[in-house]
């Protein structure tokens, strides 16, 4: 397959992004204002001065004029971009691709979600028709899978493995204390964590993540012109999806130990950016930890620990914030919960002020100049991921 990649051909030279959470102050266009406002802002242009747009949202508006209508454009061109919880991804994946073909010089990638006033619980959005052969299941019915797989597949008790969901929890949430855009602003004990009462299978409650309303928006443009927005620009150094065949749930040989889609486009982007050993060369990931077991089991399948280790790593402080690698220091789902179209943008938000030195309390300095994001869309076996890579 020709996967040649645009690296450092593109480059985000503005971002932006609302504080998530219950926003119940807010609608879907509130929201997406307030982002595309703020990206602009950091570029030191108009709206008026972007080509064209990208909008990434799951549920939350139809079409582009989902878009043009709360930002007022004037008949620019607007695509609208779903793919599962990759959404925000590939909307920036997309306009990176069309400021590289040479179509448009200046574009914007924004995500928006607004799922909390539905008053249900889960995702409110409808479901597609089928042929009847589909079983119905919950997420964390269905990652709780991997909690029972991974252990099995390497032999872990039961009394480490909690463990180690513990820690990423803990880990997030203490990272989120020091965000003022994360929903849950504040640290939770591993005390209360381990106390919590199961929902799925070794999952508790505090493994789950939770869903949220919030935008994020970023401004690409060619390298050779960033420097005429600013003097930081953040380059694209890899952007790689890998959607699966589905037939995980069908296939006696998959144990729900690992994400195959994971550890494909982990293996296209760091081909792309020229990356040979992912834990000794990023500065810092942000994953999709939608659960606790999700963001173990993308540590191997990123290639971050070995197959087998990742839980002991978690535990012994690697993937901490003051660790070899920090994972999701802006406190990652966990403390932001899951605005489906927003979340890939939102890390790239992170990124953006990481690789800038911007990042506050929270800053990574470990003399590396390399970031990396990515989302999971779908359930185990049957999923789409989306890697980007990012650096100054």
């Known amino acids: 397959m020709a996967d040649r990649g645009i690296t450092d051909r593109v480059a985000v030279v503005g971002a932006g992004c609302t504080r998530f959470g219950e926003r119940r102050d807010a609608g879907a266009d509130d929201l997406l204002i307030a982002a595309a406002n703020e990206a602009a802002a950091a570029a030191g242009i108009d709206l008026a001065d972007v080509d064209a747009f990208w909008l990434g949202t799951f549920g939350s508006g139809h079409a582009g004029t989902a878009l043009s209508k709360p930002l007022k454009l004037d008949n620019k061109p607007v695509t609208r971009v779903e793919n599962f919880c990759a959404t925000g991804s590939d909307a920036f994946r997309n306009a990176c691709y069309a400021v590289a073909a040479g179509a448009y010089d200046v574009v914007m990638a924004i995500g928006v979600e607004k799922v909390m006033d539905s008053g249900q619980a889960g995702i409110p ?102 420097r005429r927005y600013t003097g930081k620009p953040v380059l694209v150094k890899a952007l790689a999806l890998a959607a699966g065949p589905g037939t995980g749930t069908m296939d006696p040989g998959h144990d729900f130990s690992s994400f195959p889609e994971a550890v494909a486009a982990a293996r296209s982007a760091y081909a792309q950016a020229g990356i040979r050993d992912p834990r000794a060369e990023l500065s810092f990931a942000e994953v999709h930890d939608c659960f606790t077991i999700t963001e173990i089991v993308l540590m191997e399948d990123l290639g971050f620990s070995a197959r087998g280790t990742a839980w002991k790593d978690m535990v012994g402080g690697v993937f901490d914030r003051d660790g070899a690698l920090p994972i999701n220091p802006d406190g990652g789902l966990k403390a932001f919960g899951h605005p489906l179209g927003a979340s890939g943008i939102r890390m790239i938000f992170e990124s953006w002020l990481q690789l800038r030195g911007e990042a506050g309390e929270r800053q990574i300095d470990n003399g590396r100049t390399l970031a990396l994001t990515q989302n999971i869309g779908g359930d185990p076996g049957e999923c789409v991921c989306l890697i980007t890579i990012l650096g100054t």
């Open 125 to 226: 959005f409808f479901e597609f028709f089928d042929d009847g052969t589909v079983v119905p299941h919950t997420p964390p019915g269905t990652f709780g899978y991997l909690a029972t797989g991974y252990a099995q597949r390497h032999g872990v008790a039961d009394a480490d493995l909690r463990a180690a969901m513990t820690h990423v929890a803990w880990k997030n949430h203490r990272n989120g204390a020091l965000n003022p855009r994360a929903y849950f602003q504040r640290e939770i004990p591993k005390e209360v964590i381990d106390r919590q009462p199961l929902l799925a299978g070794k999952l508790s409650l505090l493994d789950c993540g939770g869903l949220a309303d919030g935008a994020a928006a970023v401004v690409i443009t060619r390298t050779e012109d960033a």
